[in-house]
């Protein structure tokens, strides 16, 4: 991030004023709010509740309370700046992130997997739909869903993944006019999952198999003749020891090898394009690898391999906004405030991006420091409230020069 311009800080604004113009339906009250509450939460200090957002922004406490059981097309917003701020080259990525959360009137509650903890822990969970610009290397919001628990969906006669499937297949338009392509880590190699998206869907998937995958060689020789089924497979792959003349290099550099190939999943029942890493260190083969794949046969294996690489960028999105933007601090209970205060929170990081890292073209590699962007907001709403009472006129440049210094107090240098 640099200051180039006099109030950094205008950028995100213009850009949330810009995306929310284009959305019809809005009344201008309703404008007002979302481009106020984008602004807060980019800058709010403490605990991100009602009480300390009446605190710090222009609205009371009721009024926060009532705007945020109001809905808002957080997929269209996110799919707006998404498309006029990054590159042309995405995947969609989708991963649930766990929400610590207690309280018996809370909807959904339930124990839901945390991978920090490594079990399962009370609480919630979100499911989030994200857009990786793989040129840029970041995650972009696209939408998170909150996960009904394990009893509430026995009840509808549904299991967690039947629940993963069906969320992206109600959104499967918007995703389809992004990416052909949908990321997920190997939690979803399973074939209740991925059967669904293919056929109902002109999604591929790009996801990663166990290392005991139990995968098969396609026969490619001739056929006897006689009768009976003609042959299709030609033996189990050995995982640790793969045939390089079936499986072949296609790409490599200091620290790993990939080998590609169409092979046959035995659990997930289809031909797949196999992508297989091999860890090199110094010159020498480590004795690790993993095994990737894509549902598309045409997909080449160095692709696979750097569009799952760039699936862990989604996990920087909720990781940002947990610090920074209050995503695991929703005060409320009902299931319509939590969707308003997890997506505002999610949303807020990307504004972030696009307005000070996507929009810098001469970041040259500098990496995106949501913690700079959280520091000159905070110091934003603090200098415009003195020097507001101070009366002091920002059209005077020693002033106007105080004032962006104030904003960047505590920045860090990244």
């Not at 299709?232 to 590609?260: H, P, W």
């Not at 299931?335 to 997506?343: A, G, L, S, V």
């Amino acid at each position: 991030m640099t200051d180039k311009t006099l109030d950094a800080s205008k950028k995100g604004e213009a850009l949330i004023v810009a995306m929310i113009e284009k959305m019809a339906g809005i009344n201008k009250s309703r404008k007002n709010f979302m481009i106020k509450i984008f602004m807060l939460f980019m800058g709010l200090r403490g605990r991100y509740n009602f009480l300390n957002m009446a605190r710090y922004g222009g609205y009371s406490e009721q009024s926060y309370r009532n705007n945020f059981q109001k809905r808002f097309d957080f997929m269209t917003f996110n799919s707006m700046l998404i498309k006029d701020n990054c590159s042309w080259h995405l995947v969609n990525a989708f991963d649930p992130s766990y929400i610590p959360k207690s309280g018996k009137q809370t909807e959904h509650l339930g124990k839901f997997w945390s991978g920090c903890s490594g079990k399962a822990l009370k609480g919630l969970e979100i499911g989030g739909f994200g857009v990786v610009d793989v040129d840029n290397n970041t995650a972009m919001s696209l939408e998170a869903v909150q996960t009904p628990s394990v009893p509430e969906l026995r009840g509808k006669g549904m299991s967690l993944v039947n629940h993963y499937s069906s969320l992206v297949l109600e959104r499967k338009d918007v995703l389809q006019g992004l990416s052909p392509y949908l990321v997920v880590d190997g939690y979803f190699a399973k074939k209740e999952f991925v059967h669904p998206i293919l056929a109902q869907t002109k999604l591929h998937l790009v996801c990663k198999l166990r290392r005991d995958a139990n995968l098969c060689y396609i026969y490619r020789g001739g056929q006897t003749g006689k009768r009976g089924r003609p042959k299709t497979l030609d033996g189990k792959i050995n995982m640790a020891q793969i045939d390089k003349r079936r499986i072949r290099l296609c790409f490599e550099d200091d620290t790993v090898k990939v080998y590609q190939g169409v092979v046959y999943s035995k659990s997930l029942k289809r031909k797949i394009k196999l992508s297989y890493l091999e860890r090199w260190e110094k010159g020498k083969y480590t004795g690790q690898y993993a095994v990737l794949f894509s549902t598309d046969l045409e997909l080449e294996g160095g692709l696979i391999y750097r569009y799952y690489k760039c699936r862990f960028q989604i996990e920087f999105l909720f990781r940002d906004a947990k610090q920074f933007t209050g995503l695991a601090q929703c005060q409320a209970r009902s299931e319509d405030k939590m969707h308003f205060h997890f997506n505002t929170s999610l949303t807020t990081v990307s504004i972030a991006k696009a307005a000070y890292y996507l929009d810098d073209g001469e970041k040259g590699g500098q990496s995106f420091s949501m913690s700079n962007v959280k520091t000159l907001h905070l110091n934003k709403i603090i200098a415009d409230r003195i020097f507001s009472n101070l009366g002091l006129d920002l059209s005077c440049n020693k002033i106007r020069r105080i004032y962006r210094d104030a904003l960047w107090l505590g920045k860090i240098a990244c």
